[in-house]
């Protein structure tokens, strides 16, 4: 079992700036592929960017160049920088792991991201 944690959610006004942290339990995070995915309301579940265990992104087109997806393996944790945020942005931010060679996934909690003048 593994034990994901997001935080750094919030209410930002557009153009601003917000960092997601994503903690995650296991003595092999650094094999871990980590992603981001988000959720507004009404719509599916979409991935806005991901980093395998060799620090390989892959970002989604509608965050390109706004958002920067980051790893520190000895914390345990991957972050998401997002900047120059829009209203579209709003959804709620979740964190998935992927487990090396089983692909077993597990979800954070998720955390509650705003962008509203």
């Known amino acids: 079992q593994v034990q994901v944690v997001e935080s750094g959610g919030g209410l930002v006004q557009p153009g601003g700036s917000l960092r997601l942290s994503c903690a995650a339990s296991g003595s092999i995070f650094r094999l871990y592929t980590m992603g981001w995915y988000r959720q507004a309301p009404g719509k599916q579940r979409e991935l806005a960017a991901a980093i395998d265990s060799s620090g390989n992104a892959n970002v989604a087109d509608s965050v390109k160049g706004r958002f920067t997806i980051s790893r520190d393996n000895a914390e345990r944790t991957v972050y998401l920088q997002m900047n120059s945020l829009k209203p579209e942005d709003t959804a709620v931010y979740y964190c998935?792991?992927?487990?090396?060679?089983?692909?077993?996934?597990?979800w954070g909690q998720g955390t509650q991201v705003t962008i509203s003048s």
């Open positions: 998935k792991v992927q487990l090396p060679i089983t692909d077993e996934a597990y």
